[in-house]
């Protein structure tokens, strides 16, 4: 009687206090071995929408091998590339190989973290392959969870928050909310039009320089870099050129160089399209005086705008705002204040370092999301999309020898960043493999 009035009364004080009890890991459950052919048909599909979820083909490699361990599979061999998934599993005397094409629209933060959750649920033995295979083709079909109009209205936002990351004058950023909706509507067009998905990039760059050259530094008598590079961060390759980096540096030498090339040919698409832009516009004559900047608090308002804004225009999944600015306000952190002492560089590589550790403390906790949920945001801001885009930008404008420089600092940059997230990604995966919330990354 005594001990059951101590055990009821120490359950009281631990709701009242607020103490959490620990989360015990999940035994995993035993998982009847399903046929091979629904093996290879959950495997496949698997590797090419980790793919699109943007991790490395390495890492994509050990979650399938996971994977068909739970399943029993044996003998199972991959080959990932960031453009398809090849399986090879063997079946008694024989062996079967399969292929699945990869797709390049990447995947939205709730089909990101549906992903993850299913993988781990996988892990634990919780669902059987094609049960599996059928959660995952709802995931992938799922829609936005937001509309059209948030949509929209959320890239403006976002855009808002890089220009005052950037810390612009107070006229620009009118100019910043009107180019971003004009992006957001483009980018839900092309959404429904394949053929526009192609030129888009090109077609956004060429009409924001246009007008903005033209017509908005004029009237707002700013200079046009402020307005534009802000409205464009979004379409750099900034997280596939990074992603290919780690890959160069782990051997993954394939998929790593697909997937510079790629990176590299989209950025020269950007190029393109601001080139055209400044023809069409022209080169507007520099402000008779300067406007004075906002001050240093715009640059940490921007960043809860910006994460404001990407958590409506990425679909991300309910509950996750806070820890989303949580990691961004960590790695703008980090990286503006040991700049002071380190340099770009230095900084760059310590933020990405350290970001992911942190992005890991928050999936262990139960209403925490995957890594990738809250990582990859962070990169508009790890890195140096305003650098790089400002050297384009000067490439076909007036200084071409100082456009140069900033565009080689912007790679540079991005291998620092590269070079963090492998150092980053070794340290928190010791930690994270051994508990019950790995989900890859």
């Known amino acids: 009687m005594i001990r059951k009035a101590l055990s009821h009364l120490t359950h009281l004080a631990s709701r009242r206090l607020g103490v959490r009890a620990r989360t015990v890991e999940p035994e995993p459950q035993p998982v009847p071995p399903p046929p091979p052919e629904a093996v290879v048909e959950l495997l496949r599909h698997l590797g090419v929408s980790l793919t699109r979820a943007g991790d490395a083909t390495q890492r994509v490699t050990r979650i399938l091998e996971d994977v068909a361990r739970v399943y029993a599979a044996r003998g199972v061999t991959f080959f990932v590339v960031?453009?398809?998934?090849?399986?090879?599993?063997?079946?008694?005397?024989?062996?079967?190989?399969?292929?699945?094409?990869?797709?390049?629209?990447?995947?939205?933060l709730d089909q990101i973290d549906a992903l993850y959750r299913l993988v781990d649920d996988i892990r634990h033995g919780l669902v059987d392959a094609e049960p599996a295979r059928a959660r995952l083709g709802r995931l992938l079909q799922a829609e936005p969870r937001f509309g059209r109009v948030v949509s929209i209205l959320a890239s403006g936002i976002l855009t808002l928050g890089l220009g005052l990351v950037l810390?612009?004058?107070?006229?620009?950023?009118?100019?910043?909310?009107?180019?971003?909706?004009?992006?957001?509507?483009?980018?839900?067009?092309?959404?429904?039009?394949?053929?526009?998905?192609?030129?888009?990039?090109?077609?956004?760059?060429?009409?924001?320089?246009?007008?903005?050259?033209?017509?908005?530094?004029?009237?707002?008598?700013?200079?046009?870099?402020?307005?534009?590079?802000?409205?464009?961060?979004?379409?750099?390759?900034?997280?596939?050129?990074t992603v290919a980096t780690v890959e160069l540096s782990t051997g993954d030498i394939v998929a790593g160089s697909a997937r510079l090339v790629d990176g590299l040919q989209r950025l020269l698409v950007l190029s393109f399209g601001i080139a055209l832009g400044v023809e069409v516009g022209g080169l507007p004559t520099p402000p008779s005086v300067p406007g004075a900047a906002l001050g240093p608090w715009a640059a940490w308002v921007g960043v809860l705008v910006f994460g404001v804004g990407q958590f409506f225009?990425?679909?991300?999944?309910?509950?996750?705002?806070?820890?989303?600015?949580?990691?961004?306000?960590?790695?703008?952190?980090?990286?503006?204040?040991?700049?002071?002492?380190?340099?770009?560089?230095?900084?760059?590589?310590?933020?990405?370092?350290?970001?992911?550790?942190?992005?890991?403390?928050?999936?262990?906790?139960?209403?925490?999301?995957?890594?990738?949920?809250?990582?990859?945001?962070?990169?508009?801001?790890?890195?140096?999309?305003s650098l790089g885009l400002q050297g384009v930008a000067q490439m076909v404008g007036a200084d071409q020898v100082a456009g140069l420089g900033d565009f080689l600092d912007a790679l540079l940059t991005i291998v620092a960043i590269a070079v963090g997230v492998v150092v980053g990604s070794g340290l928190s995966e010791r930690i994270g493999r051994v508990t019950s919330t790995w989900r890859g990354l």
């Open 167 to 241: 810390n612009p004058t107070a006229a620009a950023l009118p100019a910043f909310l009107s180019i971003g909706f004009l992006v957001g509507a483009l980018r839900w067009w092309a959404d429904r039009n394949p053929v526009l998905s192609l030129v888009l990039p090109v077609a956004a760059a060429a009409l924001v320089t246009a007008l903005v050259f033209r017509w908005l530094a004029p009237a707002l008598d700013s200079p046009p870099l402020e307005i534009v590079i802000p409205t464009l961060i979004t379409f750099l390759p900034g997280a596939a050129l």
């Open 82 to 108: 960031p453009t398809g998934v090849f399986v090879r599993i063997r079946t008694g005397g024989t062996s079967r190989m399969d292929f699945q094409a990869g797709a390049s629209a990447p995947l939205r």
């Open 313 to 385: 225009a990425s679909s991300a999944p309910p509950g996750t705002l806070p820890w989303l600015l949580l990691v961004l306000y960590v790695g703008y952190g980090i990286q503006a204040t040991s700049g002071l002492v380190l340099g770009p560089l230095g900084a760059s590589f310590l933020a990405a370092a350290l970001v992911l550790p942190v992005c890991y403390a928050i999936q262990s906790r139960r209403s925490g999301p995957p890594v990738p949920v809250t990582f990859l945001p962070t990169f508009w801001l790890l890195v140096p999309g």
